[in-house]
């Protein structure tokens, strides 16, 4: 089973990782340290085989060559994404209501929203400042507790024990102060990154939850957090590159890390699972390595995603929301996601490339699939495989309490996660 140390490299990561451009900080610490260098999309990229990868906003993809057979070697793919539900801060945010300082907020993808109040939130992400006649980004994390959404007294509502109608606009402002004149979010930017409040031209700025993610549990066999979907797959993932890349495969390929920004709402932006970033950072790996047109596309032929998002955990307090042949055990290893109208993109041959990776690293495998009268949510698998014609396997880890602001993953599962991937990026 699984060791500690994974489950402990988790929480310091989902802790160092409070926004999606934070998340790709991290993970280029992390790759840099073991020898990955940094391309920019705009340089004329290296053709000596060695470590790479380039940033663009919140995605990040990291590659090697050094053990490519030829200009048509294949691909040995995994995805993840960095973003979660969260609320983020809109563009005029300041505004003063009954005695109290608030900031206007949207909320971003699906969040469980009652789990974020009555909590102690900070601020993160990146800032768009004047540089010269220029613009550069600087990102920004406040840790101390300066917002809040609170609760009403259920002395006022008494019809909150029968659950909680919130409107997104009217009742989650959080409040971060106190006075009649509005609160100056940009003059608070500014000050947050050292720059004049002129200077400030835009953000992406949202909240995230100040209690920080711990191994817990009587047995400490738990990690419970923020940001599992799907930080803890960016983790493993990491992990995995970091390992695969020290030994070479029996079939020498070209492992890929890919991590996408804004899955939680579509995919579709210049950064997400549904842009070129991934094809053409495919294509000039082929052209790094002397191939033309032709033999990228032979590459591609050869080549398998496997698509790493969480998986529902069966919850042992609503068992009968799960599908009673595929119920999933935490601790009980990788998951296979499975779906007939392609919510997810496992088919008969990605399985099997996921299983024989299981199977080398020596770890369980289970398989999820929806209740045939519940919907089933996505991935970036479908997106990743349309754009690219690539053979694509969705997979996860389970989890409780998905979109909650806090997480529950099993310690355990964290190695077994990190060691299939491992094994898929460099099968033997």
């Not at 549904?274 to 032709?294: H, K, M």
């Not at 020596?362 to 990743?384: A, H, I, K, M, N």
């Not at 355990?412 to 990190?418: E, G, L, T």
Request: glycine letters at 10%.
């Amino acid at each position: 089973m699984g060791s500690p140390t994974a489950a402990d490299g988790l929480v310091d990561y989902l802790n160092a990782s409070p926004s999606p451009f934070h998340a790709c900080a991290t993970t280029v610490d992390r790759l840099t340290t073991a020898g990955f260098v940094r391309l920019h999309e705009t340089d004329v990229w290296p053709t000596e085989p060695g470590r790479y990868l380039v940033v663009r906003g919140g995605s990040l993809i990291a590659w090697s060559t050094q053990y490519a057979a030829g200009p048509a070697t294949a691909y040995r793919v995994v995805g993840a994404h960095t973003d979660s539900p969260n609320l983020r801060i809109k563009p005029r945010p300041d505004l003063a209501r009954a005695g109290w300082q608030l900031l206007g907020v949207e909320v971003y993808g699906g969040p469980l929203i009652s789990s974020w109040l009555d909590r102690d939130l900070g601020l993160s992400g990146r800032v768009a400042v004047r540089d010269g006649s220029g613009v550069r980004a600087e990102l920004f994390r406040d840790d101390d507790p300066v917002l809040r959404v609170s609760r009403l007294a259920i002395h006022l509502d008494r019809s909150v024990r029968e659950g909680e109608a919130l409107n997104p606009q009217q009742h989650l402002a959080p409040h971060w102060g106190l006075g009649d004149t509005p609160g100056d979010f940009r003059a608070y930017l500014a000050q947050r990154v050292g720059v004049d409040s002129p200077d400030v031209l835009g953000w992406d700025a949202m909240t995230h939850d100040l209690q920080p993610a711990r191994v817990f549990g009587r047995e400490r066999d738990l990690v419970v957090g923020a940001r599992m979907d799907n930080l803890a797959t960016c983790h493993a993932g990491t992990s995995a590159l970091v390992a695969a890349v020290e030994r070479p495969a029996a079939d020498p390929g070209v492992p890929v890390f890919a991590m996408f920004d804004h899955e939680e709402v579509g995919s579709v932006s210049e950064r997400g699972a549904a842009s070129v970033f991934l094809p053409a950072v495919l294509e000039r790996i082929t052209a790094s390595l002397g191939g033309d047109r032709q033999d990228h596309l032979r590459a591609l032929a050869g080549s398998v995603v496997a698509s790493g998002d969480m998986a529902h955990g069966t919850h042992p307090n609503y068992a009968d929301r799960h599908e009673p042949q595929h119920q999933i055990a935490v601790n009980g290893g990788p998951v296979l996601k499975i779906n007939a109208n392609l919510r997810y993109a496992t088919d008969a041959m990605g399985a099997a490339a996921f299983r024989l990776a299981c199977a080398q690293a020596g770890v369980p495998v289970q398989e999820f699939v929806t209740r045939s009268d519940l919907p089933c949510g996505s991935t970036v698998g479908p997106v990743t495989s349309a754009g690219t014609g690539v053979s694509t396997v969705d997979f996860g880890a389970a989890t409780i309490s998905m979109h909650s602001v806090r997480e529950l993953v099993g310690a355990a599962d964290q190695q077994m996660y990190a060691d299939a991937l491992a094994a898929f990026l460099s099968p033997v």
